[in-house]
């Protein structure tokens, strides 16, 4: 009953910020990396190898704080740090195709507990499943129509590709909203799992829910504006079903 409390004056707070009079659910906008793959680990080290390789520094768990940037720009922070100055586009292009070469030995493509059920049952509920990921990596936006079948196309779908700024600027998750439909902010929920992509989606106005799957403190998450934080995919599905009936619930008496 606590947490069913806790859930309601988390959305009920969400809508009053916003000025929003209830919500109008049409999609669930889900980060790839962490959320749906437990490829950080592999992102994670095949960065470090990568600038270890070049003598360059870098700091702990950086990579998993500055996940959801754009490749280039992960690049050009520890050029800017180490050296002074900006990295060339050759440069990141170089350092980004050996930390892609990495990435691609390290990375088990193992989907994480949870993911499927928790897409399955966005799609079972009429919702739209759109992906908003800053990665760049062929090595698993080729395979997820494998590992997630008749969930995403290329329509619903935003990558490193598609933008100019990545996350944290709002940017991504804008785009994320067109993707589903062209909807408003209170027409969608974020699942995320990194502060910069948290930031990123609250930038963009949508009231956002974070999986801690990675070695951060939650109150990470929490100081980038993540509304509720779970500690696993397997724990958002379950509490799935719950958010969906407290949202009903504030719209019926809204």
């Known amino acids: ?140 936006l080729d395979k997820l129509s494998y590992h997630f079948p008749d969930i995403f196309t290329p329509e619903t779908m935003v990558t490193a590709f598609n933008v100019t700024n990545g996350k944290p600027h709002p940017e991504p998750f804008t785009l994320g909203l067109k993707k589903g439909g062209n909807l408003l902010p209170n027409q969608a929920i974020v699942i995320e799992n990194a502060p910069l992509g948290v930031k990123s989606a609250v930038a963009a106005g949508i009231f956002t829910i974070a999986v801690n799957t990675g070695p951060l403190d939650d109150n990470v998450l929490i100081d980038a504006g993540a509304a509720i934080v779970y500690q696993s995919v397997t724990e958002l599905n379950e509490n799935f079903p719950l958010i969906l009936d407290i949202i009903n619930d504030i719209n019926l008496h809204s």
Do not use: C
């Open 1 to 140: 009953m606590k947490q069913k409390e806790n859930i309601k004056q988390k959305l009920k707070l969400y809508l009053e910020k916003r000025d929003f009079n209830a919500f109008n659910l049409k999609s669930v906008i889900f980060d790839m990396d962490g959320v749906l793959y437990d490829s950080m680990p592999s992102h994670d080290k095949s960065w470090r190898e990568t600038f270890d390789e070049l003598n360059l520094q870098h700091e702990p768990y950086e990579f998993f704080l500055q996940e959801g940037r754009l490749g280039k720009s992960t690049i050009n922070e520890i050029f800017q740090r180490n050296l002074q100055r900006d990295s060339t586009d050759e440069e990141e292009e170089k350092i980004y195709a050996r930390k892609s070469e990495l990435f691609k030995q390290y990375n088990s493509d193992e989907t994480l507990p949870g993911a499927k059920e928790v897409l399955n049952f966005v799609k079972e509920k009429g919702l739209v499943p759109v992906l908003v990921t800053g990665s760049g990596q062929h090595s698993l």
